[in-house]
T-cell receptor
Framework: GQSLEQPSEVTAVEGAIVQINCTYQ??????LSWYQQHDGGAPTFLSY????GLEETGRFSSFLSRSDSYGYLLLQELQMKDSASYFC??????????????FGKGTHLIIQP | NAGVTQTPKFQVLKTGQSMTLQCAQD?????MSWYRQDPGMGLRLIHY?????ITDQGEVPNGYNVSRSTTEDFPLRLLSAAPSQTSVYFC?????WGRGGSDTQYFGPGTRLTVL
């Protein structure tokens, strides 16, 4: 089977930097994605890592270490609108090209003024 | 482009009733999928399709059927609703399959289903 672990809740201050970690155990692995979901909304894609290293997209960065089965999402210059749930999701090398996502349970990010 | 659309937004069913959740995309995407999300949980894959006429099961397929007669539409059918199927259902699509996550998955707004 497969499992993903991420903290259930993280609190940070507006303007600060926060890191949300994700560890995974899977029988196959193709890449790691991050999604943002506001309350009552749909998940929206943030980033994707297939190779080790850091991917930067504006205020958001994502890191992957395949040897450690570990990744993180880094949010800089936090804004109140960043208050949301953040999900890591692995894409398994299923051999059938399914490309279905296996999600973690999500991290609820609370931003304080 | 409207993106991924889902109907209805809300639905209440009685145990044993059947219904179809509709999903459509206007981006000519090959790959479409259905997820369910339960409180405090991540999304779980129900069924997916890599093209018209091709469907397969995901992690939690029991109690659900799908078909893909056109590229645009991917309806999800609940055969005999049960309280355990109370959830929020999301449809998603992406341009092509077989490329891992390099193509963005676009999610619809969701259908909130309650089974009494």
């Amino acid at each position: 089977g497969q499992s993903l672990e991420q903290p259930s809740e993280v609190t940070a201050v507006e303007g600060a930097i926060v890191q949300i970690n994700c560890t995974y155990q899977t029988s196959g692995f193709y890449g790691l994605s991050w999604y943002q979901q506001h309350d009552g909304g749909a998940p929206t894609f943030l980033s994707y890592n297939a190779l080790d290293g850091l991917e930067e997209t504006g205020r958001f960065s994502s890191f992957l270490s395949r040897s450690d089965s570990y990744g993180y999402l880094l949010l800089q210059e936090l804004q109140m609108k960043d208050s949301a749930s953040y999900f890591c999701a692995v894409i398994l090398d299923s051999g059938g090209g399914a490309d279905g996502l296996t999600f973690g349970k999500g991290t609820h990010l609370i931003i304080q003024p | 482009n409207a993106g991924v659309t889902q109907t209805p937004k809300f639905q209440v069913l009685k145990t044993g009733q059947s219904m179809t959740l509709q999903c459509a995309q206007d981006m000519n995407h090959e790959y479409m999928s259905w997820y369910r999300q339960d409180p405090g949980m991540g999304l779980r894959l129900i069924h997916y399709s890599v093209g018209a006429g091709i469907t397969d099961q995901g992690e939690v397929p029991n109690g659900y059927n799908v078909s893909r007669s056109t590229t645009e539409d991917f309806p999800l059918r609940l055969l005999s609703a049960a309280p355990s199927q109370t959830s929020v259902y999301f449809c998603a699509s992406k341009r092509a399959w077989g490329r891992g996550g390099s193509d963005t998955q676009y999610f619809g707004p969701g259908t909130r289903l309650t089974v009494l």
